[in-house]
């Protein structure tokens, strides 16, 4: 007993059965017909019957046919069977329905390739039909920037990305700056041997032509509280000195309005203590002839101008047009209003006293714009030269007292003229944080004349910066310049002849110092462009200003 024991015991042990519980076998029995009926539905066996696995017979393995409803009535069922399959109702979700759809004899062949595409479709109809509702926002600002005439004093650029120009320049930069200045070349478009650096471009940007240039004297703006009046009364006191800087600024005054007439200049400002003038070429702002405008204006002036003979206008005046024109119409009939006032048989002392209370009215009227924004005179052709040889020839633009005493109004221009100083702007660099965005900030401080400021965007842009934004310091007198717009009304009869294209100015200003952006610029007829701003942004090459 033993020893077969232990036989037993040494006995390999032989496969044992691998015993399932009665569930687990009607489980695997389950899962096995949901298999056997879905190849049935994608073969489109329609009476259901598979095979069964291992040869095991067909009968145990039937797939038994859905139940119908004993309650449907004939009608119905005969409707079901002869109405066609509604596909565009079908679900989507429903995948293996689509796939065993049963139709009547007409739509026996179910495409599951056209069902797709019917229900691809539907849904790009519906996204159209979303696109189409909702409402894209274009983008805001225009592709160019508008001209402003009007004087700055300070400029600050701020960018939230760092500039690729530096305050400080190297020598190189700084010779190339002040060459293609003076050279008025394009570093940047033109082959040249020059250094085309940011810095070299930028500093080109930053410089002026200027005279009188007094070192220990500010010739710009005007203002008299900022001068040490101890250091001007030495040139006041002395006459010599006096009459040299007015010899001297007739001679620079002479060449840059030669300049202009031969369209070698574009433009330049004529800067006193009372007025300032801005004399443009032809061509500017699509004007064919020479213009000027002056402003403010004061009552003796125009008188002056007037019994000079030169004939302007005073385009920003015309609300006050009508009472000029009722003043003109009683100042015409006060000769016969005397004679009836004698008829009658009143004496010529209240006569008197009644002409000149009326002409005291008249005066006290046309006073009401001194010193005003509407008291700027346009004046064009001869009569700009007209207007030049009064202001060279009038002694009384120089004032005789106060901290410029004996100084000439400042000329200001883009181009290099007769006794001019190359005066550069002052450059300030900084960062600005508001806690949370930090912003990078350059200040340009000094006479900033109207194509600074498109000069330095075009070469922002070119740097690839796509946001920057401007911020201005006006000299407020000189607002007149740009809300006169070209200086005139225009208007259906006189279009023709003071708009024509821009390819004048363009073909005639060639050699004015601008390049060909920058001229057709300031060559564009359409006065809608001329506006009046403090602040400019630039986002994507799209500008907005207010």
Known sequence: MNINCSKMEEMPQEKTLDWKRPDQVMKLHKFKLRK???QARFSGNSNHNTLSPNNLSTANYEIEKKRKNPFLKKEQTKKLK????DLENVSADSTFDLLNIQTSNSYKDVDIYKTNAMIDSSLTDSLQLAISGTHIEEPRGKKYMPIDWTLKTKLRLMCPKPFSWKGKLKASEEAS???GFVRRLDIGEQHTTLDTSPNARFHQC???WQHPSLPWMELFPRSQGKLNIANNNYVAMNQFMKDALYKEWCCSFRSLFHLLRVRQCPYFYVCGNNFTVLFRAAGICGISEVQALLTPTTRGLRESLKNEEIQFTMPLKSKRKSEYFELNNIADDDEQNDKWLKSVGIEESEIRKISFSQSKVQSGRECDVDNLHESLIFVTGVEAQA????????????????AH???PPTLLSPIAFHGATLRPLRVRESIVSNGKEKFYSLELTGPILPDVL???CSLMTSDQLEKFSVSCAQLTNTNAFTLAKHGSEI???NKTEKLPENVFGLENLTDCGFNKSILSHFCNPDQNRIENFESLTCENNLYTWS
């Open 36 to 38: 056997f009926a879905l």
């Open 82 to 85: 002869e109405s066609p399959p």
């Open 387 to 402: 207007l030049f040889n009064f202001l060279i020839n009038c002694k009384t633009i120089i004032v005789s007292v106060g």
């Open 177 to 179: 700056g002040t060459t």
């Open 454 to 456: 498109p000069s330095l």
């Open 206 to 208: 930053c410089l002026v």
């Open 491 to 493: 208007t259906e009869e």
């Open 405 to 407: 005493s004996g100084v």
